[in-house]
């Protein structure tokens, strides 16, 4: 065979086998096809969604007839999402479970969460809601429990939820009012060593304290006012991992409502003391 056409026959068969080694390389031909794409979702549908999370607290908020949320809360997140065209859905939840829900999702508004320093840093904040006294009860029973300010303190103590407001409060106010607290897990397990008179003193929210004693059984007129120790704001909060932009929408609604009247008419409607 001249050199010529054994060039050519040498390239034909080359050119014929080549699909069937590329077949059999590993990773090549025959290689998976790329995974399907999956639907894409709206990033503002998602950002139109908002859950807020509620603890049963009146007059901030409590379930209604049909296990329906309502309270100052309540009223004040309705409009807030109406007027910002969000869809808001709304839980009730303990105190421990919001916290840890607002730290790891998205989307995740808390309506009404004393802005402290130590928390400054871990929320999205939308707005100063309320004007908060933190005060301390006595049983009105009690002749013996006397107190016109924190320097006589004594050997009361004073009975406070743990992790809440009012024990930051008072945990800030030096190691002597810290030594005095007794702590407990719920505000009813408060109340009730309370009544029991295993404590002295109550530390409680002065707005929300007829509220949450009828609530646990007891009637406001049992117990006395002696003395406030704190004012705070009760602020709403966005969880940290929301879009900014939602930030944004709410402060700007809110700001709004505020300016026109909404939120002192919506305050003047419970027994609230809106910000001015």
Not at 199 to 215: D, F, I, S, W, Y
């Amino acid at each position: 065979m001249q050199p010529a056409r054994r060039s050519r026959l040498h390239a034909l068969l080359a050119a014929s086998l080549l699909p069937p080694l590329l077949g059999c390389w590993p990773g090549a031909a025959h290689a998976a096809p790329p995974p399907a794409t999956p639907p894409a979702t709206s990033a503002g549908a998602e950002a139109g969604r908002l859950t807020v999370l509620l603890q049963d607290l009146p007059p901030y908020s409590q379930r209604g007839p049909g296990d329906r949320p309502q309270g100052y809360a309540v009223d004040l997140t309705q409009q807030l999402c109406e007027r910002a065209r969000l869809d808001c859905s709304y839980e009730f939840s303990s105190w421990p479970r919001i916290l840890k829900r607002a730290q790891l999702e998205a989307n995740v508004l808390i309506p009404a969460v004393v802005r402290l320093p130590e928390r400054e840093r871990h929320y999205l904040w939308v707005g100063q809601t309320a004007v908060r006294y933190g005060a301390l009860y006595r049983l009105k029973r009690r002749d013996d429990v006397r107190l016109s300010s924190l320097q006589q303190l004594g050997s009361y103590r004073i009975g406070v939820v743990k992790d809440d407001v009012s024990e930051r409060e008072l945990l800030a106010l030096g190691p002597q009012v810290s030594a005095q607290l007794d702590r407990s897990g719920d505000y009813g397990s408060m109340l009730r060593r309370f009544f029991a008179e295993r404590t002295e003193l109550v530390a409680l929210n002065q707005t929300m304290a007829p509220g949450m004693l009828r609530q646990f059984g007891y009637e406001p007129g049992e117990v006395e006012l002696l003395l406030r120790f704190s004012e705070s704001r009760p602020s709403m909060a966005l969880s940290l991992n929301s879009d900014p932009a939602l930030l944004l929408r709410l402060q700007q609604t809110w700001e709004a409502m505020r300016r026109d009247g909404t939120v002192a008419a919506i305050a003047a409607r419970h027994p609230i003391q809106a910000p001015d």
